[in-house]
């Protein structure tokens, strides 16, 4: 992308919502885990996620910044963050750097599930991040799986079409530095009960 830009005088946009905090060797994205924060004209990203708060954010040139100011209609028509929301990105970000041994642990909880769950039979669709899909197939069989893991104690989200196209809907699965191991193999043990009893794997 970044080479295709430059030979034709475009500007690169990042949309970070998945790796802020996540990928990179400090925690600082995409464009950190590529090695190329020099050459990423805009990063945008949610609080939401690794922050767990509200909000988000634009990073950028200040020229380029004061323009969406002044004629985004998303930023002009939005409320500002609360004082709340802002101390706990603040206090986010300074674990995020300050404590890269959370991020260690992270990526050691997507490497056993995402081997688990591939040894099992699982469809992964070769994810590279800790969000998991779990492709089922069919809508209804995702929330056949989807209703037998949340009565089994395990919180996951289904995402069907439109959001994903017509029989490929899916579990999606997210991971976090603080699941424990006893966490993670009790959510393999449901999910490969679960696979079985419907017939998936």
Do not use: C
Not at 42 to 67: E, H, Q, R
Request: glycine share 8%; proline share 4%.
């Amino acid at each position: 992308v970044v080479k295709v830009a430059k030979k034709y005088g475009a500007r690169v946009m990042v949309d970070d919502a998945h790796a802020v905090g996540v990928f990179g060797k400090h925690g600082r994205g995409t464009a950190e885990h590529f090695d190329r924060e020099d050459e990423v004209d805009i990063t945008m990203s949610t609080f939401s996620k690794s922050f767990g708060s509200l909000g988000g954010y634009i990073s950028g040139k200040a020229n380029v910044l004061d323009y969406i100011k002044h004629h985004s209609r998303a930023l002009i028509f939005s409320a500002s963050m609360t004082p709340a929301s802002v101390a706990s990105v603040l206090a986010a970000l300074k674990i995020i750097q300050d404590e890269p041994e959370r991020r260690e642990k992270l990526w050691q909880n997507v490497r056993k599930m995402k081997s688990a769950f591939d040894e099992m039979g699982f469809d992964i669709r070769g994810t590279e991040s800790p969000i998991i899909p779990i492709v089922i197939g069919e809508m209804l069989d995702t929330f056949k799986f989807w209703k037998r893991l949340f009565q089994n104690g395990v919180f996951a989200n289904p995402a069907i079409p439109p959001a994903v196209p017509p029989g490929q809907s899916l579990i999606r699965t997210s991971y976090m530095a603080t699941h424990t191991d006893e966490d993670l193999n009790k959510v393999l043990d449901i999910f490969e009960k679960t696979g079985k009893d419907l017939g998936l794997i």
